[in-house]
């Protein structure tokens, strides 16, 4: 059974002969008629049944008629869709973030894909650890990832972006001693990290560790959105990206680089299939605004 056999029943049960039915859908009435009974030997009825010089539907055929209209009308609404949703008049996204990245360079991706799509819904799903992001794109529960490229990510795709520079985020007051902070300076001061696992914790204990050094932490959180509040009120020094750390700077936050510079690799992440057109559209809005240059993002 197929599509086109059952284009044939409907067209014979609305044109009641099967030479206006096979005008009707553009075949000849040889291959029309050879279609309904290669059908009704699938099925196992007889369908149409002739009253004169017409035809009409046996009491199986109004059954299956009915089941072919149906068919035949999900199909077009599939189509619909599918069309609607290759031209981004409508459909979804699902987009998986490291925490940190979600208001640069997200929001600001986010909101001009919007502006370009604004049929598109998009999800944005923020995990608890680095290791989250490609876990949720390879599961398929998110169909990209922005995030840390630090590892190769068997299996899947990764398109890098732009490199992203971490730089030290103090309390108001704090006395600089020099233009920028070596790693044995970092040690030594009070730091409020993310847990272990963390992209940022990571780039911390990995830099330290270089000069067989560890942090002196004063403060373990997960909840981004408190790090500068802390800050801001004394509790010490964070790693924050760059960006990030101009709004610290405004709010009266002391903003050091470090030496060496502590970067990171910024991007996308797929699986090795191909992406929907709204995810295509985000994969090439996201290279043409990562080519532009901004604060805090580093070729």
């Known amino acids: 059974m197929d599509l086109r056999q059952l284009e044939y029943v409907v067209a014979v049960a609305d044109q009641r002969t099967f030479t206006r039915a096979a005008r009707s859908v553009h075949v000849s009435q040889p291959s029309l008629s050879h279609g309904i009974r290669t059908l009704e030997g699938e099925l196992g009825v007889e369908l149409f049944a002739r009253v004169g010089r017409t035809v ?19 199909m077009a609404d599939l189509s619909a869709v599918a069309a609607s949703a290759a031209l981004l008049d409508s459909g979804t996204l699902d987009l998986v973030v490291l925490p940190t990245l979600a208001v640069d360079p997200v929001a600001s991706l986010i909101g001009r894909f919007r502006v370009e799509h604004p049929g598109i819904v998009i999800h944005v799903h923020e995990p608890e650890e680095a290791a989250g992001v490609e876990q949720s794109v390879r599961s398929g529960r998110a169909e990209l990832g922005l995030t840390d490229l630090a590892s190769r990510s068997e299996g899947l795709t990764q398109i890098l972006l732009f490199r992203q520079e971490i730089v030290a985020v103090s309390p108001p007051g ?70 990030m750390a101009e709004d610290a700077i405004a709010r009266g ?28 559209a985000m994969v090439r809005l996201a290279q043409v605004m990562s080519a532009t240059p901004q604060g805090g993002n580093t070729g």
């Open 56 to 74: 009409a539907p046996t009491s199986a055929g109004l059954q299956v008629i009915d089941a072919a209209r149906r068919v035949l009308r999900e």
């Open 253 to 280: 936050a002391v903003v050091q680089r470090l030496r060496p510079a502590l970067t990171r690799r910024i991007g996308l992440l797929h699986r090795s299939t191909r992406l929907s057109p709204a995810a295509d």
């Open 174 to 243: 704090t006395v600089l001693a020099d233009e920028a902070l070596t790693p044995r300076q970092l040690a030594a001061m009070p730091l409020i990290v993310t847990p272990v696992g963390t992209s940022l914790r990571r780039l911390l204990d990995r830099s330290l560790a270089r000069d067989h050094l560890k942090p002196n932490i004063a403060v373990e959180i997960n909840y981004r959105e408190a790090i500068i509040p802390l800050v801001l009120a004394g509790a010490g020094t964070s790693l924050l990206p760059q960006r």
